[in-house]
């Protein structure tokens, strides 16, 4: 500890995550003039090619690189210590919280802030990157506008996904509903209702995807069949990158999320949680945005002295 306070490698907050969340978070944390540092492993949501249309200010949208690109810009004007690597442990040290990353060195703060987002369970094929974000997407309220009287695919093998697909008819009358899996696993009241509705059922698996440029134009199917196509929407899910705030003893919810009061705090103090970490519903830019900017708010009244903070006077 010595040592990193004599290399000046103690800082305010360890913000961990550079999406929306934590690009946000470290902004806030620099405006309040705190010490910060970012971490970021390069892999998350920000990385595929969506734009978001629905994020105010930007006429036409922002494409999510380009909008982490700018946020990153904007961190500039700031002592905030952006690191391009993965942290691979937290730990509690001496009143305060270290993070060692994959180099192996390690950071200490008195504040951290999980920013970490989640992992997609997209369908996988050769070089299926390329596709997300430009016609394979998850996310109805992201982009469900963009299938106005288009041909999809819903992928998904339980009621959430035979649900949506039900909703999309808000959209597109050309709706078909793929279990990506060889068995059922929606209710049958679920099927009765795709069914009165007239969107196909097909219990089959991808085999293969046809299409150039990122864009999709034919699934073929294991069974030999095939589904022409403009935009697959993938309902398979996805996991929080909660474990290493389980780790230091953050409480998870049932399917894993970080749980965090309305002020972004967890049930360990000087322990933060932001963006998509935190909940199953509502991955949006916008919240990420506002969830991370509560949180640096919240850890900058937490890191006050006694005589800053109200409570001191009763
Ligand atoms: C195809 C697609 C389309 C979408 N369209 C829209 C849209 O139109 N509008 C909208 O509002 N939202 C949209 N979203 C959702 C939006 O991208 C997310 O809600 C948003 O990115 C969440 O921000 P976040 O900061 O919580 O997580 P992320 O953006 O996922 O960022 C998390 C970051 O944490 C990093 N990280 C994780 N673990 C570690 C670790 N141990 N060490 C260091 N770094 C770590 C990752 O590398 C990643 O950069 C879309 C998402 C996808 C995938």
């Given at each position: 500890l010595r040592r990193a306070l004599h290399e000046r490698l103690f800082y305010d907050s360890i913000v961990i995550g550079g999406g929306p969340a934590g690009l946000t978070a470290a902004l806030q944390l620099a405006r309040f003039n705190r010490r910060a540092v970012l971490f970021d492993g390069g892999n998350g949501r920000s990385t595929y090619h969506q734009v978001n249309h629905n994020y105010l200010g930007f006429p036409g949208g922002i494409r999510a690189q380009e909008l982490q690109e700018l946020g990153r810009r904007q961190l500039r004007a700031y002592p905030v210590a952006v690191v391009d690597e993965t942290v691979t442990e937290v730990a509690r040290a001496e009143g305060c919280f270290s993070a060692t990353v994959s180099s192996g060195e390690q950071f200490w703060g008195r504040t951290v802030v999980f920013a970490t987002g989640v992992r997609d369970h997209f369908p996988t094929f050769p070089e299926w990157q390329r596709f997300v974000g430009r016609s394979i997407f998850w996310c109805i309220v992201c982009d469900g506008y963009s299938t106005r009287g288009r041909r999809i695919v819903v992928v998904g093998n339980d009621n959430d996904a035979g649900v949506t697909a039900l909703q999309f008819l808000q959209f597109t009358s050309h709706v078909t509903m793929l279990t990506n899996a060889p068995d059922l696993g929606l209710h049958p009241g679920v099927c009765d209702a795709l069914a009165a509705r007239g969107i196909p059922l097909v219990v089959d698996t991808i085999a293969r995807v046809d299409g150039h440029d990122g864009?999709?134009?034919?699934?073929?199917?294991?069974?030999?069949?095939?589904?022409?196509?403009?935009?697959?929407?993938?309902?398979?899910?996805?996991?929080?990158?909660?474990?290493?705030?389980?780790?230091?003893?953050?409480?998870?919810?049932?399917?894993?999320?970080?749980?965090?009061?309305?002020?972004?705090?967890?049930?360990?103090?000087g322990v933060f949680a932001a963006g998509d970490v935190t909940r199953d519903l509502a991955h949006q830019v916008a919240t990420a945005v506002h969830e991370g900017n509560t949180a640096a708010t919240a850890a900058n009244y937490f890191l006050y002295l006694p005589e800053q903070k109200h409570e001191t006077y009763g």
């Open positions: 864009i999709v134009g034919r699934l073929q199917l294991g069974s030999g069949n095939s589904l022409d196509v403009d935009f697959v929407f993938s309902l398979q899910g996805q996991s929080p990158n909660s474990e290493l705030a389980a780790s230091l003893g953050v409480e998870l919810s049932r399917q894993g999320y970080i749980v965090a009061d309305q002020d972004q705090q967890t049930n360990i103090a």
